[in-house]
């Protein structure tokens, strides 16, 4: 199997969990939408394995995927800039040796980021009360948010090291 069919398999693989993840999450939590970023998760690992570019295209396909699969409202592309922001960025930051610290400080500089993003859009959306009104929700997660991503980062990468050596190489 060629390298970039290894690369496109576990790009595949990832997008449909982070997809389950925001389904299932949005099931479960009705009100997700204000700040439980955890179908990041993949995103992030893939855009580690994989690379930003990647990871980007990952945070693209999960968050139309998962928007068609769970519709609440209408349909904004300004909204999927944070779920591409979660793919990228790590990906261009971060590699497979990253520190706990490193990983720390590029998930924190993510979230808040996505944030951003996700205020910026529901302005262009909806109004400046309702954005201000969500950031405010949504800020007092960002510590938790950033702990719990922080921390299964650390423990993904660490567990996925024999898939990064034994699934991606070439051999």
Same mark, same amino acid.
């Given at each position: 199997? *060629? %390298?970039?069919?290894?690369?496109?398999?576990l790009?595949?693989? =990832? *997008?449909?969990?982070?997809?389950?993840?925001?389904?299932?999450?949005?099931?479960v939590?009705?009100?997700?939408?204000?700040?439980l970023?955890?179908?990041?998760?993949?995103?992030?690992?893939?855009?580690?394995v994989? +690379?930003?570019?990647?990871?980007?295209?990952m945070g693209?396909?999960?968050?139309?995927?998962?928007?068609?699969l769970f519709?609440?409202?209408?349909?904004n592309? =300004?909204?999927?800039?944070?779920a591409?922001?979660? +793919?990228?960025l790590p990906?261009?930051?971060?590699?497979?040796?990253s520190?706990h610290?490193?990983?720390?400080i590029?998930?924190?500089?993510?979230h808040i980021?996505?944030?951003?993003?996700n205020?910026?859009?529901?302005?262009?959306?909806v109004?400046?009360?309702?954005?201000?009104?969500?950031?405010?929700?949504?800020?007092?997660?960002?510590?938790v948010?950033?702990?719990?991503?922080?921390?299964?980062t650390v423990?993904?990468?660490?567990?996925?090291?024999?898939?990064?050596?034994?699934?991606?190489l070439? %051999?």
């Amino acid at each position: 199997m *060629t %390298k970039q069919l290894r690369f496109l398999s576990l790009a595949g693989i =990832l *997008t449909a969990l982070s997809i389950a993840l925001d389904v299932l999450v949005k099931q479960v939590i009705p009100a997700a939408d204000f700040g439980l970023p955890y179908y990041a998760i993949p995103l992030i690992i893939g855009g580690i394995v994989l +690379g930003p570019i990647y990871g980007a295209l990952m945070g693209l396909v999960s968050d139309n995927v998962g928007f068609i699969l769970f519709v609440r409202g209408g349909y904004n592309p =300004l909204f999927s800039l944070s779920a591409i922001i979660w +793919g990228f960025l790590p990906g261009l930051l971060l590699n497979k040796k990253s520190s706990h610290l490193r990983i720390g400080i590029v998930l924190t500089i993510t979230h808040i980021l996505a944030s951003l993003l996700n205020t910026f859009a529901l302005f262009m959306v909806v109004n400046l009360d309702y954005a201000i009104g969500s950031l405010s929700l949504r800020l007092p997660m960002i510590p938790v948010n950033i702990a719990i991503l922080s921390i299964v980062t650390v423990i993904l990468n660490k567990r996925l090291m024999p898939v990064y050596e034994d699934f991606l190489l070439e %051999k």
